[in-house]
């Protein structure tokens, strides 16, 4: 890794790390080597049940930490 990454604060998004790490264990079960997407409906009644409230900003951010794991986990199976 690089000196910067080492270094890199995210206090600032630890609670998006955490909210992440939160909906991945709503995925379906995958029987095959891949990863399924996250499910928005899925997403949003758990948001609703919790009563979260989530921006799209946060929302897309989250989508787009689904995409980069899904990503390195299809890469490191290769």
Same mark, same amino acid.
């Given at each position: /890794?690089? &000196?910067? &990454?080492?270094?890199?604060?995210?206090?600032?998004? @630890?609670?998006?790390?955490?909210?992440? $790490?939160? *909906?991945? !264990?709503?995925?379906?079960?995958?029987?095959? #080597? @891949? *990863?399924?997407?996250?499910?928005?409906? +899925? /997403?949003?009644?758990?948001? &609703? #049940?919790? @009563?979260?409230? *989530?921006?799209? $900003? &946060? !929302? +897309?951010?989250? /989508?787009?930490?689904?995409?980069? !794991?899904?990503?390195? *986990?299809?890469?490191? !199976?290769?």
């Amino acid at each position: /890794m690089l &000196e910067r &990454e080492r270094n890199l604060d995210i206090s600032d998004v @630890g609670s998006l790390i955490d909210l992440f $790490w939160d *909906v991945h !264990y709503l995925r379906e079960q995958s029987t095959d #080597l @891949g *990863v399924p997407p996250l499910n928005p409906t +899925k /997403m949003r009644d758990h948001f &609703e #049940l919790s @009563g979260r409230k *989530v921006s799209k $900003w &946060e !929302y +897309k951010v989250l /989508m787009e930490m689904d995409l980069a !794991y899904r990503a390195t *986990v299809i890469d490191n !199976y290769k």
